[in-house]
């Protein structure tokens, strides 16, 4: 029974090249939840994501930031020409498909830094 | 905007000691309230969620309050042990019909024996 896996668990990467973060959520969860967290500092929600839909991206950068959630496969978060300011560790949480499912589990995370 | 603020940034205390992590939120609109530990560099793991319509609530040696009106939750850990070591994360969901989080910047706590 796994729980949420996330991969890489660490990435490293030159600035300007292009980080690809990947989660697979708990086995029959539909709703992926994207966080990041910066050093010292609490999550920050970046995007909430159905099964093929994005619903709320607000706390996502409009540049250079995406994200998907496919059909079939993991949650990427993709983000192109990395600075680094993107260092940071890149959590992903997944939830039933309840709606108002209350309890995100939470994936060990990505960390990021950025060269 | 809904902001959180976690009080004191960090603590280190005495094995043996009952502690009060503080948690403040500027609206008052949650939909709940929920406690997490994290670990240096692991994920998130839940340690209590309340319900907007909720008090408190327990489990084992921790207690959370909560206090929507005054936008206050506490985290009360009873008989410190060094294993409890870690960052306490509060966090309010704001509803809407999913459970999008607002994380405070945590609690670092250091049991020493």
């Known amino acids: 029974n796994a729980g949420v896996m996330q991969n890489p668990r660490h990435l490293v990467r030159r600035r300007g090249q292009e980080a690809r973060l990947r989660c697979s959520p708990v086995?029959?969860?539909?709703?992926v939840y994207w966080y990041r967290q910066l050093p010292e500092e609490g999550l920050k929600f970046m995007v909430y994501?159905?099964?093929?839909?994005?619903?709320?991206e607000s706390g996502m950068p409009k540049e250079r930031f995406s994200a998907e959630f496919p059909k079939e496969g993991p949650s990427i978060l993709r983000i192109q020409q990395v600075v680094r300011g993107d260092s940071a560790a890149y959590f992903c949480?997944?939830?039933?498909?309840?709606?108002?499912?209350?309890?995100?589990?939470f994936g060990p995370g990505t960390r990021l830094l950025v060269l | 905007k809904q902001e959180v603020t976690q009080i004191p940034a960090a603590l280190s205390v005495p094995e043996g000691e009952n502690l009060v992590l503080n948690c403040s939120f500027t609206?008052?609109?949650?939909?709940?309230l929920q406690w997490f530990r994290q670990d240096p560099g692991k994920g998130l793991t839940s340690l209590l969620l309340i319900q907007s319509s909720q008090r408190e609530q327990t489990s084992g040696r921790l207690n959370a309050s909560l206090d929507k009106s005054s936008g206050r939750s506490t985290l009360y850990i009873a008989a410190s042990q060094p294993g409890d070591s870690a960052t306490y994360l509060c966090?309010?969901?704001?509803?809407?019909?999913?459970?999008?989080?607002?994380f405070g910047a945590g609690t670092r706590l250091a049991v020493h024996p």
């Open positions: 609206d008052s609109a949650i939909y709940n």
């Open positions: 994501l159905q099964k093929e839909n994005i619903i709320d």
């Open positions: 949480a997944s939830s039933p498909p309840r709606q108002g499912a209350e309890t995100q589990y």
């Open positions: 966090a309010v969901a704001l509803g809407g019909g999913y459970n999008k989080l607002i």
């Open positions: 086995k029959g969860h539909s709703h």
